[in-house]
């Protein structure tokens, strides 16, 4: 099956400016996670999707971030405006669930983003 | 929220010997237990998973092992190999997907 596909894989920017991230889950699976992970640190959840719902959002920057999940699929991040501590990787991720069984989370390639 | 810690931060191991790595979780509710193994510069992988109604699962030299009461849960490596070596993430999950920090696992030749 083809895998979780995220665009684009690099990006540098001024502070301030803003940025946007595509994810697109793995076909027929109902939770997107949206994760920052910053160099020699563990994946920080900035939002999770079920469906077009959001899960969870406790951990987005509400004021400068934002990301939606049209249709239930395809999903962007925003950030606006970026600052310096932004400079991370952007993971995207997807699981499916069965039975309300907790599934495998499959991550995609990531976005690094660096804020100059 | 879930917090999840984990610990050691780094191991460093002897090629052929084992590696350990504990995690606990805050949230009770938490009911599947994850292990991704993360290469430089590469996704997070899956290499093992374990659900809340299981105390042991082994996949040939990985086995990792949970503790409801405790809310602990641990990697097992034995037999490391160079190939063993990278950044291992354990996470815990009732209906978010959380985190620990990450173990830097090197094996020596």
């Known amino acids: 099956e083809a895998g979780v596909a995220q665009s684009p894989r690099y990006k540098i920017i001024e502070k301030r400016q803003s940025v946007a991230f595509w994810c697109n889950p793995i076909?027929?699976?109902?939770?997107l996670y949206w994760y920052q992970q910053i160099l020699g640190q563990g994946p920080k959840l900035l939002i999770q999707?079920?469906?077009?719902?959001?899960?969870?959002d406790s951990q987005l920057p509400k004021d400068r971030f934002s990301a939606e999940r049209l249709k239930g699929v395809d999903s962007t991040l925003k950030i606006q405006p970026a600052k310096l501590e932004d400079s991370a990787v952007y993971l995207c991720?997807?699981?499916?669930?069965?039975?309300?069984?907790?599934?495998?989370?499959?991550f995609g390639q990531g976005t690094r983003l660096t804020v100059v | 929220g879930e917090n999840v810690e984990q610990h050691p931060s780094t191991l460093s191991v002897q090629e052929g010997d084992s590696a350990v790595i504990k995690c606990t979780y805050s949230?009770?509710?938490?009911?599947?237990f994850p292990w991704y193994k993360q290469e430089l510069g590469k996704r997070p992988q899956l290499i093992i998973d374990?659900?809340?109604?299981?105390g042991e699962k082994k996949d040939q030299r990985i086995a990792v092992t949970l503790n409801k009461t405790a809310k602990h849960f641990s990697l097992h490596i034995t037999e490391t190999q160079p190939e063993d070596s990278a950044v291992y993430f354990c996470?815990?999950?009732?209906?978010?997907?959380?985190f620990g920090a990450g173990t830097t696992v090197t094996v020596r030749a």
């Open positions: 991720a997807s699981s499916s669930r069965t039975d309300f069984l907790n599934t495998e989370a499959f």
């Open positions: 076909s027929g699976h109902a939770t």
């Open positions: 996470a815990a999950k009732d209906y978010k997907l959380s």
């Open positions: 374990i659900r809340s109604n299981v």
């Open positions: 949230d009770s509710a938490s009911n599947y």
């Open positions: 999707f079920q469906n077009n719902g959001v899960v969870d």
